[in-house]
């Protein structure tokens, strides 16, 4: 089984922790083919940075369709992008959001979110309506970490973020902690030891539904919502985007 993995940001070290992430769980027979957008913000933090980062990830996920991947990662907790890639994919895609919202709902009845900003609360709270979970998040919560100082050793970012899940654990009762953002992903296991609870990492999340989804042989309807984009002249920059379904 070949996986592709892509960040939607431009920062290759990122790219290559969140690989990382992505091999210690995958099964002995799966091979992860991790790439970097070759275009957009360094790193994503919003509604403009995801918006600057979809050309550079529907780049990605074509030039992998034409390495016949079985099945594509999208590693922005976002899951920026998920929905175009859906439609220009023959494979299945999943984002690391979604996968870790899924996972944290079959093992809590309540959980919390941690993420970086508090700009990108918003997002995480609009998707987690929006996949019919917001029910069962205590709280989203922001732990001020900007999303580069994830990627800086000398960054106090891990303190931080623990804090904030000891507040998710003590003030929303929450029984489970989902980290929130990609760069997060060699975190998971140490903060769970430490604070008690599962503490979970997307990344890992969408490997393991993704392998699940490529065994049964299920893939993205392409009934409706996800039908392939129609063929028509894209202008500008965007010249080279056009579907040529």
């Given at each position: 089984?070949?996986?592709?993995?892509?960040?939607?940001?431009?920062?290759?070290?990122?790219?290559?922790?969140?690989?990382?992430?992505?091999?210690?769980?995958?099964?002995?027979?799966?091979?992860?083919?991790?790439?970097?957008?070759?275009?957009?913000?360094?790193?994503?933090?919003?509604?403009?940075?995801?918006?600057?980062?979809?050309?550079?990830?529907?780049?990605?996920?074509?030039?992998?369709?034409?390495?016949?991947?079985?099945?594509?990662?999208?590693?922005?907790?976002?899951?920026?992008?998920?929905?175009?890639?859906?439609?220009?994919?023959?494979?299945?895609?999943?984002?690391?959001?979604?996968?870790?919202?899924?996972?944290?709902?079959?093992?809590?009845?309540?959980?919390?979110?941690?993420?970086?900003?508090s700009r990108s609360v918003p997002v995480i709270e609009a998707n987690l309506d929006r996949y019919g979970?917001?029910?069962?998040?205590?709280?989203?919560?922001?732990?001020?970490?900007?999303?580069?100082?994830?990627?800086?050793?000398?960054?106090?970012?891990?303190?931080?973020i623990s804090a904030e899940i000891g507040r998710a654990v003590r003030e929303d009762h929450a029984e489970?902690?989902?980290?929130?953002?990609?760069?997060?992903?060699?975190?998971?296991?140490?903060?769970?030891?430490?604070?008690?609870?599962?503490?979970?990492?997307?990344?890992?999340?969408?490997?393991?539904?993704?392998?699940?989804?490529?065994?049964?042989?299920?893939?993205?309807?392409?009934?409706?919502?996800?039908?392939?984009?129609?063929?028509?002249?894209?202008?500008?920059?965007?010249?080279?985007?056009?579907?040529?379904?």
């Amino acid at each position: 089984m070949r996986l592709h993995l892509v960040n939607p940001n431009t920062t290759q070290s990122m790219t290559d922790k969140i690989a990382a992430a992505a091999r210690l769980v995958a099964a002995d027979a799966t091979t992860i083919l991790a790439a970097t957008s070759r275009m957009g913000p360094a790193s994503i933090e919003g509604y403009y940075d995801d918006a600057l980062a979809l050309p550079g990830l529907v780049d990605a996920v074509a030039r992998a369709e034409d390495e016949a991947v079985d099945g594509h990662i999208v590693a922005c907790f976002d899951d920026t992008g998920v929905d175009a890639a859906r439609a220009l994919a023959r494979a299945p895609v999943i984002g690391i959001g979604e996968a870790g919202f899924h996972m944290a709902s079959l093992i809590a009845h309540r959980f919390s979110v941690v993420t970086t900003l508090s700009r990108s609360v918003p997002v995480i709270e609009a998707n987690l309506d929006r996949y019919g979970l917001a029910r069962r998040c205590a709280r989203v919560r922001a732990s001020d970490v900007a999303v580069l100082e994830l990627e800086d050793p000398a960054s106090d970012a891990r303190a931080r973020i623990s804090a904030e899940i000891g507040r998710a654990v003590r003030e929303d009762h929450a029984e489970a902690v989902v980290l929130g953002c990609a760069g997060m992903a060699d975190l998971a296991r140490a903060l769970g030891q430490e604070h008690g609870v599962p503490v979970i990492d997307g990344v890992a999340c969408a490997v393991a539904l993704m392998e699940g989804l490529v065994r049964v042989g299920l893939a993205t309807s392409k009934a409706g919502a996800y039908a392939p984009p129609r063929a028509k002249p894209y202008a500008g920059l965007l010249a080279g985007f056009a579907p040529q379904g």
